[in-house]
């Protein structure tokens, strides 16, 4: 089916392992988009990505790592996960810079 | 200020209420304005989008944009339990960062039967 998806859905780790999640979309949509949810902050946004093997920061990127070498992938990296990373991370993309942005249903991660 | 203010509720109506949802800004080079419907345990869904002020009409829902006051708002008319759900406000715009989406914190809305 067409459309975005996130994986895992769910995924507790121990702090300091690395631990990556992926975002995969098939509408070959040029903007790309990593968001975390949280209570009491509502959505962050933390890496961004215009294009293949062009990414930038955003909100909150300290502990994050992402990359993108082919249009349709996206993944995030937490290469020494922490507590305070764990929350519900979004995935997005949109085909042009000023066009809404479609969401993923997210994973849900806890770092005991 | 933050930039985008949105009134967390909790917002519990009966069935059949108009809902009147909001959201006020600071930034005024936003262009582009959104509401986003998160199911819970599921991703925001994009509900409208409307460019600059005015009004926009689909279903049930009406979206209106008062760029002069920075405030836009979203009606849902003769709510079901179906639209029980967190609302989120959305905007963009301004110089070279359209793709940057600014959130509100989230309107959580009950629709009681």
């Known amino acids: 089916d067409a459309g975005i998806t996130q994986s895992p859905r769910y995924k507790i780790t121990e702090t300091g392992r690395q631990v990556t999640l992926m975002c995969h979309q098939t509408?070959?949509?040029?903007?790309m988009f990593w968001y975390r949810q949280d209570l009491g902050h509502g959505l962050r946004l933390i890496y961004y990505?215009?294009?293949?093997?062009?990414?930038d920061k955003g909100e909150v990127p300290d502990g994050y790592v992402v990359s993108r070498s082919k249009t349709e992938n996206f993944p995030l990296t937490l290469e020494s996960a922490t507590r305070s990373q764990t929350s519900v991370y979004f995935c997005?993309?949109?085909?042009?810079?000023?066009?809404?942005?479609?969401f993923g249903d997210g994973t849900r991660l806890s770092i005991l | 200020q933050k930039e985008v203010e949105q009134d967390p509720g909790p917002l519990s109506v009966p069935e059949g209420a108009i809902v009147s949802l909001n959201c006020t800004y600071s930034?005024?080079?936003?262009?582009?304005f959104m509401w986003y419907r998160q199911y819970s345990r599921k991703g925001p869904e994009l509900l409208m989008y409307?460019?600059?002020?005015g009004n926009k009409e689909d279903g049930r829902f009406t979206a209106q944009v008062d760029k002069s006051s920075k405030y836009i708002s979203l009606f849902i008319r003769d709510s079901q339990p179906s639209d029980s759900a967190t609302y989120l406000c959305?905007?963009?715009?301004?110089?070279?960062?359209?793709?940057?989406?600014?959130f509100g914190k989230g309107t959580l809305l009950t629709v009681n039967p």
């Open positions: 509408w070959s949509h040029s903007y």
């Open positions: 997005a993309s949109t085909g042009f810079g000023n066009q809404p942005q479609h």
């Open positions: 990505s215009a294009a293949a093997d062009i990414t």
């Open positions: 959305a905007m963009s715009g301004g110089g070279g960062s359209n793709y940057k989406l600014t």
């Open positions: 930034n005024s080079a936003f262009q582009y």
């Open positions: 409307t460019y600059s002020s």
